[in-house]
């Protein structure tokens, strides 16, 4: 396959860490090491550290609005960027994030004439209706973002669920199916590491430990896990709960927990980083509680699956997609009963526990490397349609926005050329001078020195002539004294 080069956009990207970020990363590692080149195109961070990527990550202005949404805004209104983007030669352009990421994306599309793919990772209409309280406002934001969408030439979901998400939201174009991988390899981590990273948690052998590793908000389904587990432990029974994660409610999870008397059996890890340390979880747990019918992919559950960990979903959730019920996870309806009876039978039934595990581990999981190689693939079917014009312009109502961005691009590029042609001609102009001023210099200096060469002429010949009337004086003394 031809190496590409690929403008990768996400309005997340370390230090801010969420699983758009994380498979943005996984797709500029992949393509640059194995498919081509790419660059990853984000909002500034003023802890960034991004001398650590093998790749160039080009930043724009953003504001702070991490205590509202989680992560910094970018301000799409970047002219220096993308005067540097234009000049990169991208091949194509990936935007994941449907707000300032396309606009950049749709923007440099406008300047460079390159196709736009957009994946729908997050299921938006949850995003708007927490961060916007009016139902009009909700409407309005909802109809933007599909009208961005609407407006990039190919349009991905990770997951059937996801489309259909996005169908909701108003969304009438065609999409592709296109699954996110996950970096960790199948197996397991060294022993040591899962003793170095469980220390000091109250897990005694034997006894079942149920995990989660995700962001600690309610609509993950965590108020069903406590529920649960609060049924379990009035019964008598005995396990361990650990949450590893961070998010806006975690206090109020924490207190929550502690509401139930799930105190010692319920236990929190603060967010971790290192993805050897996070597989270490995974390989201590006995079983991975995921109820979100938020998420549209769910990668946490196939890094459980690449550690032979199987899961508990919600049947119908993106989550529970390409899930088989006692074979590769474990499903049940959406509530704490459903889950308190199906953690009672597997509680009574630990094998099955592993079994499902493996089968876990051998259907559905995926690499990162083989999901960037498909979309690698589909790249070069994309460059080709657009080439070909098989990709409609639609006009939408963030065009006037962009069109003015690229008069102003071209205003600058004009102006700077300009500038550069009136520098060109001062340089010219000085070099004139310059050269004028040494032809004057090497005038006077030769006029200089003819003039001296003629006086030294002149004194030599009077020397001469002094020396003769001397030679004739020194004669006529001799001959009469």
């Not at 504001?63 to 960027?81: E, Q, S, W």
């Not at 206090?251 to 597989?279: M, W």
């Not at 509530?335 to 493996?358: I, Q, T």
Request: glycine content about 8%; some cysteine.
């Amino acid at each position: 396959m031809e190496k590409l080069k690929v403008c990768l956009m996400n309005d997340s990207f370390p230090p801010a860490i969420d699983g758009v970020a994380n498979a943005v990363t996984n797709y500029a590692d992949i393509i640059t090491r194995e498919h081509g080149s790419a660059a990853v195109v984000t909002p500034y961070y003023p802890d960034a550290d991004d001398s650590v990527y093998p790749y160039p990550v080009l930043r724009y202005p953003s504001i702070d609005t991490t205590k509202l949404v989680g992560y910094r805004a970018g301000v799409p209104f970047a002219p220096d960027l993308m005067e540097d983007l234009g000049k990169c030669g991208f091949d194509i352009i990936h935007s994941h994030c449907p707000i300032t990421s396309t606009l950049l994306a749709r923007g440099l599309r406008e300047q460079i004439d390159k196709p736009v793919v957009f994946t729908y990772h997050t299921k938006f209409d949850i995003d708007i209706a927490n961060a916007v309280s009016s139902k009009l406002l909700q409407e309005e934001a909802a109809a933007l973002l599909v009208a961005n969408i609407t407006a990039c030439d190919e349009v991905w979901t990770v997951s059937r669920g996801a489309g259909e998400n996005l169908r909701k939201l108003g969304y009438q174009g065609e999409y592709r199916v296109m699954p996110n991988g996950v970096d960790f390899p199948q197996g397991r981590v060294d022993e040591a590491l899962i003793a170095e990273v469980t220390k000091g948690f109250d897990l005694p052998a034997g006894l079942p430990v149920f995990l989660f590793v995700g962001r600690m908000m309610w609509y993950k389904g965590i108020r069903i896990i406590l529920d649960a587990l609060k049924l379990l432990k009035e019964e008598g029974r005995d396990f361990r709960m650990v949450f590893v994660g961070a998010g806006g409610d975690k206090e109020e999870i924490v207190a929550y927990s502690h509401e139930l008397g799930l105190d010692g059996t319920v236990l929190f890890s603060e967010p971790i980083r290192d993805r050897e340390r996070i597989r270490a979880w995974y390989c201590r747990a006995d079983l991975f509680l995921f109820p979100s019918t938020f998420d549209t992919n769910g990668l946490v559950v196939r890094e459980a699956a690449a550690c032979g960990l199987a899961s508990v979903l919600v049947a119908g959730s993106c989550a529970a997609e390409d899930v088989d019920d006692g074979i590769s996870g474990f499903l049940i309806e959406e509530n704490a009963d459903a889950m308190a009876a199906r953690l009672r039978e597997l509680l009574d039934a630990p094998e099955a526990m592993k079994r499902v595990g493996e089968g876990a581990q051998t259907n559905i999981y995926i690499s990162w490397e083989t999901a960037v190689a498909g979309a690698c693939e589909r790249y070069g079917a994309v460059i080709e349609n657009y080439r070909s014009g098989l990709y409609p312009r639609r006009e939408t109502a963030t065009d006037d926005f962009l069109h003015g961005m690229a008069s102003l691009m071209d205003f600058r590029n004009r102006r700077r050329e300009a500038q550069r042609q009136l520098m060109e001609e001062a340089r010219r102009s000085r070099d004139e001078l310059v050269a004028e001023m040494r032809r004057s210099r090497d005038e006077i200096v030769q006029g200089a020195l003819r003039s001296r060469d003629e006086l030294m002429e002149g004194v030599a010949d009077q020397r001469r002539r002094l020396n003769e009337q001397m030679e004739k004086l020194s004669q006529y003394l001799d001959r009469f004294l």
